[in-house]
């Protein structure tokens, strides 16, 4: 069988996004970020975001298709994120999916958002193969996956409470970095010292799990008493220290599942896998290990459609039927169900 041509539609969030893949080779790929939407909330407003999508949705996957050069009769299938994320968010585009699949009479694939971020490093590498440990951390979600071929997944550790994004987010907003927290970190911490204040890792007993409510705590305490005392260090300093506090825990858990799966390689997906200090310490990790890393390029770990499109393009090629326009979107999917 020719490449399939697959058009994607993410809308879990806060990104409208929308790609067409020919295989893995990525055709088009068109975003609308809603950022400046919810930035004066100070954060996702779920009824926004889905107001947002319906507004962006249509433009979008015509851009799409212009810019891949492909009409939508060529299509040989549509795909969109069934779940997790927000429900109103998710309706949006698997609705337009579904819709748009019923017109032009073609299979329709509901796909979890975890499983696209999972495969974004194939549209980037193509040594990027199982068995391997991949490192999922997005805004609402955060695991350790063993990948033991594609499509057969064991979760080996997740976080008992919030997403690594979510503590990104959550403290920024805290230090008065606004939002997005997370690349606003990442940009405050440039230059700041990461050991200028020794916040806690959490959950060091067990292996591969997470906890990041224990930072929150800790950030807060301090942030007070250094306030109080007239002692506040200064903001970059504070940025780089959560950083490097969630960082070290993501990376120190992932080499964990490393060496207890005994993999050789290593992968990543997710909005969090964008952050540079994390891309710079797995990537030392990696080498000294001797273990080959794919993170993908910033665009391929944040939301996007490609991801999306590419899970189906392996479903289509492994002969799965395609998903019937009965089906329905699931906020709390979850990898592997
Ligand atoms: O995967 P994603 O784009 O959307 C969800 O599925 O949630 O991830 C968004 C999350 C947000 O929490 C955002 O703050 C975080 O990824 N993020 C980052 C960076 N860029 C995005 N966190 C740390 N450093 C970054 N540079
Ligand atoms: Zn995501």
Not at 65 to 94: E, N, R, Y
Not at 152 to 166: F, H, P, R, V
Request: charged share 25%.
């Amino acid at each position: 069988m020719n490449d399939p041509l697959v058009l994607g539609i993410e809308t879990s969030c806060d990104e409208t996004g929308v790609a067409v893949l020919e295989g893995f080779n990525v055709r088009s790929f068109v975003l609308a970020s809603q950022t400046e939407e919810h930035a004066r909330f100070g954060g996702v407003v779920p009824e926004v975001a889905a107001r947002a999508h319906v507004e962006a949705i249509r433009p979008l996957v015509h851009q799409a298709l212009a810019s891949a050069g492909v009409h939508s009769d060529q299509l040989d299938a549509i795909a969109a994120t069934q779940g997790p994320g927000l429900i109103g968010a998710l309706m949006v585009g698997f609705a337009f999916g579904k819709s748009l699949a019923w017109t032009l009479e073609k299979p329709f694939y509901g796909i979890d958002h975890m499983e696209g971020h999972l495969y974004a490093p194939r549209l980037e590498f193509a040594e990027y193969e199982p068995p391997a440990v991949v490192l999922l951390a997005s805004g609402g979600h955060s695991q350790i996956v063993h990948v033991r071929a594609w499509g057969e997944y064991e979760t080996l550790g997740a976080t008992i409470d919030d997403a690594a994004g979510e503590a990104f987010d959550k403290l920024a907003r805290f230090v008065g970095l606004g939002y997005p927290g997370g690349p606003a970190i990442d940009a405050e911490a440039e230059g700041g010292d990461p050991a200028a204040v020794p916040f806690p890792r959490a959950l060091r007993d067990r292996p591969f799990d997470f906890s990041f409510s224990g930072l929150k705590t800790s950030v807060v305490t301090y942030l007070e008493k250094a306030r109080d005392n007239d002692e506040l260090p200064p903001r970059a300093d504070v940025a780089a220290s959560i950083q490097e506090a969630i960082v070290d825990v993501l990376v120190e858990k992932t080499f964990n599942a490393v060496e207890e799966t005994g993999v050789k390689t290593v992968g990543g997906g997710g909005g969090v896998l964008a952050n540079r200090r994390l891309r710079e310490r797995l990537n030392e990790e990696a080498t000294r290990r001797g273990v080959r890393l794919f993170v993908p390029s910033i665009r391929m770990c944040t939301d996007n459609g490609a991801m999306i499109a590419a899970v189906a393009v392996d479903r289509i090629r492994a002969g799965t039927p395609s998903d019937g326009l009965g089906s329905d979107v699931d906020s709390s999917l979850r990898l592997g169900s």
